[in-house]
């Protein structure tokens, strides 16, 4: 899905920047205008000043001049400083709007959940009705229902009402586990004092121990960010240990936390955690789809959905009263419920032993990778010429003569420039020679005031011109940067990169650096060629008046480029270190936003979070106070600079009449003003070379990812892909003995290598299914993981119809594989860009499909292209059967379930299942399941152990496996 998620980002950003043209070209007439502010001030001064029978004299035209130029500059950035005081408003209105929020809810007290009666709640276009739900402390409650009935709609408001009870303390595990970038034992306390013991038993309970012997490090093993070095089943475990572990929680809210787990560890977390001592005289709020657990239970409550929207608490009461009453409101789940009897409570009682002991063996544990985030790579030295070829290469389109053209109109613009002053003193020449003619000839002082005038026009129109060929050239080499970090990171296939690079680091350069190549850039170009240009136009004025002041020049200029050097390698590595340093303040600010909720929850989350919060902000400020001091410091040098070189004017101007040298009074003048301007471009030329090579930091860091070596596999390198187009005929997987590691960098010594799988070999014929099953962290995910080549296997090959997996573009083999993750990813837009992104099928088949899966009356009401997926309030297990669909609509020859059919009740897993089964009947199948029914028709079963074959049965063997092997499941 690549092309058809970049192209709708490239429209999107194609939208972005006609704006950003607009914007800036506006911004270009505001500052021409502003620019020419102090010239037209100047005609208007001399035309008065002659219209009213002045005589204009050397001394008055240009100390006039002088003063002009003056507040020329000031003129010039007003509109930038106007710009930053607008952006400053609006930012702090917003801020301010954020802050001054009234809390939707009013705290109250000594109610908690322990009693709701006739409530019913509006959550934007959802609407929640309770009729009754009363918990009296230490009892434990079961939220059950089908797909999409609203349980986790009812937690969360849970949630909500136990927040505002200041009499209560609550925690809490989401569904989708969150994980912050720490230690394990960090993510489990978040926030709370540590108690060893307490720790410990915790630790047990969620059958965490046998992991943290295995993980290096144990519990001090960093965690990625989102959990990516772990399985989903450990994520799950230690979401439910800090719900577990919070010390001050008197009420527990559990959303499915079961889900995720194989059986035998679910069923040592069911017996050792959920219903063991650590949650005794606590009140539990459990949502689950294991009937199996009603008959533990004090209380059930039974969700409904009653109309587009609207959700409804059905029933709720004791497992007898809900049985009685429920009849066919629970609808599939009425049988599944029965079936939890005496039967199924013995079975439970009499596994719980074994189940115990099997729990804490290490035998079967996949050892989780470390994580690999190391510190953000930070250039060194001056900015590479490469990087300015390049942003410069793409501003011009590759068309060098583009450049070349906007140069000239700067060129121009000095000549403008020069040539009105030039005219000024030639206009007051003409006023000396009528005046000594003896009044004779009179001088005709519309022409001189018309003629300037016009120069000044002229040199409007060319600033003008010069500010939209620099916008277009800027916004030209900003969307082909654009392109290029997007495509760099959407061809990013090694799993490895994902993992060692935290979300805040790709953020910082789609925001701030791509910010910076879009505005800061083209502005800072602009100016700096001009004050360069302008400089060198005022030098070679200065030479040709009084050639003495080349010779005192030359010792200025070496201290200047001295000084300039200084600054430069400092205002650059502070720049680094200050681009560097947001990175840490987005990624800790995007996993404090996604677990928002689970913060609140917890007392000292919000503490801990908002320390480390101000802590990397302490030190992105420390970079930023240091930059403005690095420049405070150049000021003062520069300042001193400027007072030689207008002292070295004059005094050359008296050399020159000493040496006998003829110098007019009017060339003098103009020496002595274009002195006073040549303080303010020194200063200015300093200051924005600096700023634009700090700024191009930000296309070094782009260009980072541009350059990395791309895969070896992918479109671009493949040394097979000739345009021809791949795709398998029948779909038969062959994996002949693979060996895969996490680990990049050991790779090639075997003996130092902890293999994520090791001999592994399957053949999957077109229309057969293979399940993997085995304990959480064994391997499975890393099959599939090698499948879809996020990770390069080591050894062996994986052939589709013969064809090894490296001989094909990554695209295409990508392509001919469907999969039904564990967890639902849905990205933002319609219905039909979660499906079908590239539109080859039409309403009525989606429809059709959606219907198979149970969601077409669920979204009978939709309009599939045009609304919004995220106003919808789907449930987890609604966004796994879009998954389904999404699956469906392809018609892959193999596709993969990755414990596609966690998140749902039992019902719905039958009917995933039967799908599965009628519309992939020719395609090869692979799942990944804990649900023994789920694979009893399959034609081979692998059981996993430490990413090794343990054993292999067939789908009608499984609970005859199950039974005598609990190491392994």
Known sequence: WEDAWSSRILQRRGEELDALRTFLQVKAVSFSVFMMIPFLCAVATFLSFVALGGTL?????????????????????????????????????????????????????????????????????????????????????????????????????LLNEALADDSHTVSVAHQSAFLFRGSVRDNILMGAALDKERFQRVVSACCLQPDLDAWPGGADMEVAEGGANLSGGQQQRI???????????????????LSALDGQVAQHVVQHCLFGPLMQRRTCVLVTN???????????????????????????????????????????????MSATGDDAQQETKQQADDTAEAAVKPASLQVAPQSQVQEEAMGSGMIAWSTYSSYLRWASKGKPFRLARILALFVALQAADVWGAWWIKYWIDEIRRVDESGGTESVNNPLFIGVY???????????????????????????????????????????????????????????????????????LWEHTTASYTALVAVLLLLVWVTPWLAVALLPIVWVYVRIQRAFKSSSLALQRVESVSISPVLAHTTQALNGRSTIAAFRGATRVFGDKFHALMERNQEALYMLKTAESWLQLRLGAIAVVVLGLAAFSVVVSIEAGRTVSVGMSSIMLTYSLIFVYYLNWAVKLSTN???????????????????????????????????????????????????????????DDVTWALQD??????????????????????????????????????IRIDGVRAQDVPIKQWRRSIGIIPQQPTLFAGSVRD??????????????????????????????????????????????????????????????????????????????IQRVVREDLEDAAVITIAHRTNTVADYEQVLVLDRGTVARRCTGADINDVVASDTVHY
Request: charge should be negative.
């Open 290 to 336: 294991n009937m199996q657990l009603l008959d533990r239970v004090d209380k059930v409550a039974v969700m409904r959905k009653l109309e587009h929207n609207s959700f409804e608490l059905a029933h709720f009461g004791s497992i007898a009263e809900v049985r009685e009453a429920s009849g066919d409101l629970m609808g599939g789940e009425q049988h599944a």
């Open 692 to 750: 634009l090579e700090a700024k191009m930091n930000s296309a070094e860091r782009i260009l980072q990812y541009h350059h990395q070596e791309e895969d070896s596999s992918s479109d671009e390198n493949n040394k097979n892909n000739s345009g021809n187009v791949w795709e398998p005929t029948h779909g038969r997987l062959e994996v002949d003995g693979i060996y895969m590691t996490y680990d990049d960098n050991t790779k090639e010594n075997s």
């Open 760 to 797: 592994v070999t399957a053949t999957v014929e077109p229309g057969s299914k293979l399940a993997l099953i085995g304990r959480t962290g064994s391997g499975k995910s890393s099959f599939v993981a090698s499948l879809f080549r996020l990770v390069d296997v080591s050894r062996g090959s």
């Open 834 to 911: 979660n499906i079908d992104p590239y539109g080859r099928h039409d309403d009525d088949t989606i429809r059709d499909v959606l219907k198979r899966v149970q969601l077409r009356e669920r979204l009978a009401h939709v309009e599939l292209s045009t609304t919004p997926i995220d106003s919808l309030g789907l449930s987890a297990g609604e966004k796994q059967l879009l998954c389904v669909c999404r699956a469906l609509l392809s018609k892959p020859k193999i596709c993969c379930l990755d414990e596609a059919t966690s998140s749902v009740d039992m019902q719905t897993d039958a009917v």
């Open 453 to 523: 005038a016009a120069s000044l026009a002229v040199a409007a129109l060319v600033i003008v011109t010069r500010s939209f060929a620099v916008v277009s050239a800027g916004l030209s080499a900003s969307r082909a940067m654009h392109e290029r970090l997007l495509r760099a990171l959407l061809q990013k296939r090694r799993l490895s990169f994902f993992q060692s690079t935290p979300l805040g680091r790709i953020l910082n350069r789609f925001t701030k650096d791509m910010g910076d190549v879009d505005v800061a850039l083209p502005q």
């Open 239 to 257: 979401n439910l240990a800090r719900a577990v572990y919070s010390p001050h929680a008197d009420i527990v809210l559990l959303d499915d936390p």
């Open 57 to 157: 004299t050397v001394s008055k035209a240009f100390t006039t001049l002088a003063l002009i130029n003056v507040i020329r500059f000031p003129f010039t950035f007003l509109p930038v400083a106007i710009g930053y005081w607008v952006q400053v408003m609006v930012a702090f209105r917003r801020i301010g709007t954020l802050l001054t929020r009234r809390e939707e809810q009013d705290t109250k007290q000594g109610e908690g959940i322990e009693l709701i009666e006739n409530a019913r709640e509006s959550y934007g276009s959802v609407e929640l009705s309770i009729p009754r739900f009363a918990v009296r402390p230490g009892e434990v409650v079961a939220i059950v229902g089908s797909v999409g009935s609203g349980k986790t709609l009812l937690l969360s408001h």
